[in-house]
């Protein structure tokens, strides 16, 4: 009994260190989707977060210059996306995988030329990554049955950047649907001549909803390369982009489900990693490689409408051109 | 969503070479600035560089045969995602496909040892396409009666093939006692003979490199193409569904059965890289072969205007910086081949999703030259949905 107990809190503890950075990616994708701006380019801004803040962290010895550093990386990504889609009404699929391509050989580039260890930043020291959190009263805790070890396990020595997805994933349940900047995204995703009659710009409001999404998705880089990890490698991202995209689907654009979705693919990737090679009772052992792909099956099914349907803010991925 | 890098703009403004020539080298130029930028950012000449990847692609025979090889690949994912933007579609899923259509084209010959290889090249051709065209099939089906977003399903299945074929590597098809997740190597007898074999029955002596007779069968494709478009009621069916799909449906046009079909050309295009790699020069299904192969040829159909003398030129363009680009760490400790990629990206998003970047300041040039009336007002036909 206090075996499954661990061993479902070492999967769950696992699950919350995966979905970290798919949660913070998949809502910096609600923000611009809700706004009308589809964006396949998380994963690249990802990469180009987890790249500069590792580079400037190794450099500074300081993990949040760092996580500055990731941040206007995304930032500076989206707003070429913007640029691209927004003022010069390009396709939002070509740009954002553009994207993806340029970082994807950028980020190996730089980090070959600056760093010269085969495309990948050095080992950063502990006090260049962003710092775990100790929560105090484990002693108090570690004696009694059932919540030593969730305390263990669960709550104590998170990354900061874990507690703060919480609140991202709070406030943006807030901002979208309780602020006036929440409720003028929605519409400016659902209906953009109808903002624009209002006298907002829409082109402002799109903009805005870009440099969310770049924030947050160079702070699920930083997460991954100076939190989780400890130096940036070559490829490091490995499609978490995508499966945050497809988590955002799964979850129809909305933070609850989107949240749960994150969760849902973060765990079967974390029992996965329990499951090689394990005989299980009736299927024999399942290859991992069924386990892995399942989160994209999974999204294929839903957008057929097999299960549940998902449908995306209305105006996601016209560029709006004002009538003359 | 409308039709992608069609080249043509507001009529009357400006004369059509603009639109199809102009434009798309000045994107390319503004491109290849910035390429440039990066390369001085990590301290190398730019102009050194870049003449180094020419003169390593196209300098001494055999680069030109690496570079034509490339330029093979990028042919058929160019012409597949090509295919697909004339129907309005946008088919993100050339590496899936083109993974798929290795292991048909493998199965193939893995199955027919001892046969002749003309036999077994005609059989892997049609069973290429046949996978790709498969993996393609799915996702344009649900594009055509769910309606889900092609862009998303294909993402999604390019996931699904890369966890398949890992599978079927690991697992299934792995040579019995090796370690290295690959099939066995193809009997000698049925690999698709390099170019300068066949060129040498001819008693033509070219340099070895891994140019096959895939890249005559990548023209025939071009050609083919251009028939099936331009002179068939089936290419114009789909290039009037890709144009407008609600004059489509009221011209007794099904929407939905040249969405599908659509989907099975790409598909069976991309697929037949794996004849070029599996068949022509690897002769052993193996991990990742692709190598991103589908997302060039996004930029070669962009490049290229969807048009398949545009798309030859764009994918020998690419083919020289895949070679060229890939020669460079000999000559520079800075540098490896990611910074094609980094072209690539550009060139994508200058040529794709900035086409109409200098679109106004080259207009307003006309205007002023020719001093006529002004152009038609309105801004430059949206991208796409």
Same mark, same amino acid.
């Given at each position: ?66 996580? =500055? ?7 500076? =990504? ?10 010069? /009404?390009? /396709? ?63 709550? /104590? ?47 402002? =409001? ?119 | ?23 798309? &080298?000045? %994107? ?16 190398? %000449?730019?102009?050194? @560089?870049?003449? &180094? ?17 490339? *330029? ?16 309005? &579609? ?31 090249? @005609? ?94 069968? *990548? ?29 489509? @449906? ?34 052993? @299904? ?41 020669? &460079? ?57």
């Amino acid at each position: 009994m206090e075996d499954a107990l661990l061993l479902a809190l070492q999967l769950l503890g696992a699950t919350i260190r995966v979905a970290t950075p798919l949660v913070l990616a998949a809502f910096a994708g609600m923000y611009c989707e809700r706004s009308g701006v589809v964006d396949i380019g998380l994963e690249g801004k990802m990469l180009a977060g987890a790249f500069f803040s590792a580079a400037v962290a190794s450099v500074t010895v300081n993990p949040w210059l760092g996580l =500055l550093a990731g941040i206007a990386a995304g930032v500076a =990504l989206a707003l070429v996306h913007g640029f691209a889609c927004i003022t010069h /009404n390009g /396709n939002q699929v070509v740009s954002g995988m553009a994207i993806n391509i340029l970082v994807a050989g950028l980020a190996p580039t730089l980090a070959y030329a600056w760093f010269q260890q085969g495309g990948q930043t050095p080992l950063l020291p502990s006090q260049a990554r962003i710092p775990a959190v100790e929560l105090p009263g484990g002693d108090a805790l570690a004696a009694i049955p059932a919540l030593g070890p969730i305390f263990r396990e669960l709550l /104590n020595g998170n990354n900061v950047l874990i507690w703060v997805t919480l609140v991202i994933v709070l406030a943006t349940q807030w901002v979208l649907y309780r602020s006036r900047f929440g409720l003028r995204l929605r519409a400016v995703g659902e209906n953009p001549a109808a903002v624009d009659t209002a006298g907002l710009s829409v082109a402002g =409001l799109r903009y805005q909803a870009l440099i969310v999404t770049g924030a947050l998705t160079g702070m699920a880089g930083a997460y991954l390369s100076t939190g989780h990890g400890a130096g940036f490698v070559r490829d490091m991202t490995a499609g978490k982009g995508y499966l945050a995209l497809a988590a955002l689907i799964f979850g129809k654009w909305r933070p609850g489900p989107t949240l749960f979705a994150c969760l849902l693919f973060a765990f079967t990737d974390a029992v996965q990693v329990r499951l090689q090679g394990v005989e299980l009772p009736l299927v024999g052992v399942i290859p991992v490689q069924f386990i892995q792909m399942l989160p994209y099956v999974l999204t294929v099914l839903l957008l057929a409408g097999f299960v549940g349907k998902a449908i995306a803010p209305k105006a996601s991925g016209i560029p709006y051109i004002k009538e003359r | 969503m409308g039709l992608i890098g069609s080249g043509k703009g507001q009529p009357g403004a400006v004369p059509g070479w603009v639109g199809y020539a102009l434009l798309p &080298l000045l %994107n390319l130029v503004a491109a290849f600035v910035l390429s440039g930028l990066v390369i001085l950012v990590i301290g190398e %000449n730019p102009v050194d @560089v870049l003449s &180094l990847m020419l003169s390593e692609a196209i300098g001494y025979p055999e680069a030109i045969g690496y570079t034509l090889y490339y *330029a093979t690949d990028y042919i058929f994912t160019g012409l597949a995602v090509a295919i697909a933007f004339h129907c309005g &579609l946008f088919n993100i899923g050339g590496e899936g496909q083109a993974y798929l259509g290795g292991l048909g084209a493998g199965l193939v010959a893995l199955v027919l040892t001892g046969w002749p290889w003309p036999v077994v090249a @005609v059989l892997a051709v049609l069973a290429s396409a046949l996978f790709g065209a498969a993996w393609a099939f799915i996702p344009g089906w649900l594009q055509a009666k769910r309606g889900s977003h092609i862009v998303i399903t294909t993402i999604m299945f390019n996931f699904i093939a890369a966890s398949l074929m890992t599978w079927l590597l690991v697992d299934v098809l792995i040579r019995p006692g090796s370690q290295s997740p690959e099939t066995r190597e193809f009997d000698p007898g049925v690999w698709l003979p390099s170019m300068d074999r066949a060129l040498g029955w001819f008693g033509i002596e070219i340099a070895a490199s891994p140019l096959n007779l895939s890249f005559l069968w *990548a023209l025939a494709c071009c050609a083919l193409f251009h028939v099936f478009l331009r002179r068939t009621r089936w290419g114009y069916e789909l290039r009037t569904v890709g144009r407008n799909e609600r004059a489509a @449906v009221y011209a007794g046009i099904s929407p939905s059965r040249n969405i599908v079909t659509a989907m099975l050309i790409s598909g069976a295009l991309a697929g037949f890289v794996g004849v070029n790699d599996i068949l022509g020069v690897q002769h052993r @299904v193996i991990l990742n072969f692709t190598g991103g192969v589908g997302f060039v040829g996004i930029a070669v159909a962009l490049m290229g205007r969807n048009h398949p003398v545009g798309i030859i030129l764009a994918a020998l363009l690419f083919g020289v910086l895949s070679q060229g680009g890939g020669q &460079l760490s000999f000559d520079y400790p800075t540098i490896n081949r990611e910074l094609v990629m980094v072209i690539q990206g550009l060139v994508i998003l200058f040529a794709g999703a900035m086409e109409n970047l200098f679109r106004p300041q080259v207009e307003a040039l006309f205007r002023r030259r020719g001093g006529g009336e002004p152009a038609a007002a309105g801004p430059a036909k949206p991208g796409g949905s």
